[in-house]
């Protein structure tokens, strides 16, 4: 418990002294800052659209709200990867909404090899709360989670401080999670993710940690 509330008190510091800032609005999205990708399972990239005020992924007409759910063929399933942009330590935030069962994410400490994304983690914001999920190249394990309600249909910022293997969530300024993975992933890209649902990203700001 002392350690963690170190972390927590480190964390709180460190953010006030974020190095190397990126801050986007995607009121007038600009393209050529980001780069689409995809996970390997997935045969397509499926873009992000721009729509007044914010971005959204692109779902194909024609499927059912389960095979939405599901991914399947990739449906619904979009990625951006901010270029030239790579950290260990990081503070994240970005204000992001969704539709019934859509399921926004920030990604970090991502690995990639050309449009094609590896090891990351994935902080996800849904109707009943947040998970963070740590993929390592094979597989997906929850690092951890939170369960509240989060209203879809409005913007909620959505924020993330990393620091080794220490993550402080927070959702509309109220810190919701707090966990620990003893075997962190190493320094990596950052980027956005969307899927299960209509998802908008509307500002995204990320930061390396000093």
Not at 47 to 64: H, L
Not at 77 to 102: I, N, P
């Amino acid at each position: 418990m002392l350690r963690r509330c170190l972390c927590l008190v480190c964390l709180g510091i460190t953010t006030l002294v974020a190095a190397q800032t990126v801050k986007v609005d995607f009121t007038n999205w600009a393209q050529s800052q980001w780069l689409p990708c995809r996970e390997e399972r997935f045969p397509k990239i499926v873009p992000f659209v721009q729509r007044q005020g914010y971005i959204e992924n692109y779902i194909a007409p024609g499927y059912s709200e389960k095979e939405i759910v599901a991914a399947k063929d990739g449906i619904g399933v979009s990625m951006l990867m901010l270029r030239d942009f790579s950290a260990c330590d990081v503070a994240a935030r970005c204000e992001t909404a969704f539709d019934r069962k859509g399921a926004p994410s920030i990604m970090f400490r991502a690995q990639r090899t050309g449009d094609i994304t590896g090891p990351m983690y994935s902080l996800v914001l849904y109707e009943q709360g947040v998970n963070l999920w740590k993929y390592d190249g094979k597989k997906w394990a929850k690092v951890g989670a939170s369960k509240f309600p989060v209203q879809p249909g409005i913007f909620h910022e959505l924020r993330v401080y990393a620091r080794a293997g220490t993550f402080a969530v927070y959702v509309n300024h109220e810190r919701k999670l707090v966990c620990d993975d003893p075997k962190p992933l190493p320094a990596g890209e950052a980027g956005l993710w969307s899927g299960e649902g209509p998802c908008r990203f509307r500002r995204f700001r990320i930061g390396k940690l000093n």
